[in-house]
């Protein structure tokens, strides 16, 4: 069919879209960088439409029955733009989509455990936890890039442990045995980062309330374990 694309989304539009779990697509114009996030296609725009008159319905206290349950969005970041509330999202359904349950009627369980993670965007060179701290939180990295380095015998200084890119984790491993972490963690220059951040309360009131989405969350910190023990069993493998 005929290409639709709509890429001039007014806030109040764009949020509704986010709630409904529409899929956006990012339109860029010839060498441009960035681009827009937007609609395509006449299927999606019309699928778009219904999700969106779903919600719509639910907020003003309407019985919807849809096979897309409205999300809970709601921006955790302040000043964040649509962009980063979508690559949280995607971010969250892409870690733990595959590991959720189904949830009782009128539930949803990423919109639970959107609502209970934290949100946080940190300037290059920001500390967020020094080698040796207890460990309070577990950050999954939506964009940018984070440094965990390691103390050294020489001086004091720290040499490069790790580079935590955008969908991995780090901190986990402290965060599920209550240790201190075995690193610090620093924003790396060049940019922002935008993380998830998971605490320890969260997941307290995930075992407590939410066991199903508890569960995912150790699933997916496994499934994230087993590629770093194949990735370091290759390493040593080309190293021998």
Known sequence: GRRVVLTELSEIVLDTLLR????????????????????????????????????????????????????????????GSGDDQWEVFTLLKDTFGDFLPEMEVGANALAELRKRVRVAEH???????????????????????LHGLQATANQGRKRLQEVVTAGAFVGYTAFLNNLPYVQTLVVADGGRCLTVEITKDAFADFIDNHPGIAVAVLRAFLKRGAFEIRDMSRLMTSTS
């Not at 899929?23 to 219904?50: F, I, N, P, T």
């Open 123 to 145: 300037a290059e060179g920001t500390t967020l936890w020094e080698e040796g701290d207890l460990a309070e939180f577990c950050v999954i990295v939506v964009e940018g890039e």
């Open 20 to 79: 409904a779990g529409v899929r956006l697509h990012r339109q860029r114009a010839s060498g441009a960088v960035d681009g827009l996030l937007g609609l395509c296609y006449s299927d999606h725009y019309h699928e778009a439409l219904k999700l969106c008159e779903d919600v719509l319905l639910a907020d003003a206290g309407f019985s919807v029955k849809s096979s897309v349950a409205p999300l809970s969005l709601e921006p955790r970041v302040t000043g």
